[in-house]
Each structure stands twice: as C-alpha cells, then as structure tokens.
C-alpha cells in the first residue's frame, strides 16, 4: 500500500541567525527566524510525512508555545516524525522537495542536503530529490525577506 502527503512552509530571513536549511548550514548573511532551528525544509518534509500518515503537521506535535522546542535541531524533530512512519510499517518511497528562494544560492548545497535527507528518512540518496528556484525577484522570496519550501513524499508499507 502506498500513501502520499505534501509539505509547505515559510520562515522569515533576518540578520544574525544561522541559515539551516536540509540540515546544513549554508554560509549567507542573513538565518531563518523561528522558535525552532526554523529549518524550513526539514519541516516541509516533517510535514509531508505527518500528512502521509494522516497525523496533522509539526505545530500539533511540537507546539512554538513549548519551551522544550526552543531553538530546537530540526534533524531531531524529522528523526522523530520518521519513527512514526515507520511504527506504523512504512518506509520511503521517494521524496520531491524545492526550495523556494531568491538567496541564498542552494545549487552548491543540494547533494549534501540530499544526504542529510536520505539519512533521516533511512533510505538512499537516490530516493530523495531536491530543487530550488527563485520567484524571479518577485514576491517576499523574490525580495529575499524568506524562504519558502514544499515537498510531495510517497511513502509504501513493508509487506
Ligand atoms: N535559491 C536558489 C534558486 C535557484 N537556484 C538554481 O538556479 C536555477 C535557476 O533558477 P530560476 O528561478 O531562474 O529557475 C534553478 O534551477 C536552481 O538550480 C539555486 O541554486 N538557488
Ligand atoms: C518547529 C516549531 C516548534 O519549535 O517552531 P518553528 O521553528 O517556529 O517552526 P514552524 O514551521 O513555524 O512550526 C512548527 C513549530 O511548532
């Protein structure tokens, strides 16, 4: 059996925050504003994988209004959405995921994003898929005040 989910998430670029995006830090002026690491493609991913299984989105599992949370590694926060994937049998089928930003520049970054991926969601790099575009200076991307990202997951059951 297979089950499909999608992701999207927004964080605000601002100065003097790191910017953690797939669970890398990409060297740039300006980090990704949150309650958490704000790592806007590992949430997307979290919560295409929180939709596959029918379980809500990552502010139902780690709310922004616990302390426990705060500053929180967004490796960890995937870690622990994929355990739920898996106890209920499921492993990954493939992941599509873009990242939506005028800058930085992620070209340089996707093969060790896919990685990092591939290694949270205990599958192969060939099973994951990242892109980014731009919005063409258009928009609040385009005016590179965030980032944006969004992700389509296909995950199937063992048996
Ligand atoms: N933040 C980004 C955005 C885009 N890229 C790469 O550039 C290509 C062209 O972008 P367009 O928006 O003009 O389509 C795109 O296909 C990406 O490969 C990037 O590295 N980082
Ligand atoms: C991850 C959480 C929790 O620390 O905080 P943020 O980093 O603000 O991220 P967001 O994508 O707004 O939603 C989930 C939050 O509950």
Redesign the pocket.
């Known amino acids: 059996m297979f089950r499909i989910g999608q992701g999207f ?1 927004v ?1 605000q670029l601002v100065e003097g925050r790191p910017c953690i995006i797939g669970g890398v830090e990409i060297p740039y002026e300006k980090g990704l504003l ?3 690491d ?1 790592d806007v493609l590992l ?1 997307t991913i979290a919560d295409a994988a929180l939709g596959a299984i029918g379980e809500g989105d ?2 139902k599992h ?3 209004t616990d302390p426990k ?1 705060k500053d ?1 590694d967004s490796k960890e ?1 995937l870690k622990e959405v994929w355990q739920k994937v898996e106890e209920r049998g499921y492993t990954l089928g493939n992941i599509d995921c873009t990242v939506i930003a005028q800058a930085p520049k992620m070209a340089p970054h996707i093969e060790e994003i896919k990685e990092v991926v591939a290694s949270l969601l205990n599958a192969d790099v060939s099973q994951v898929n990242v892109k980014a575009t731009t919005t063409e200076k258009l928009g609040f991307t385009g005016r590179k005040e965030g980032v944006a990202a969004q992700a389509t997951i296909l995950i199937q059951h063992k048996e």
């Open positions: 998430d964080h949150g309650h958490s704000a949430h990552i502010g780690f709310p922004d949370f929180f926060l």
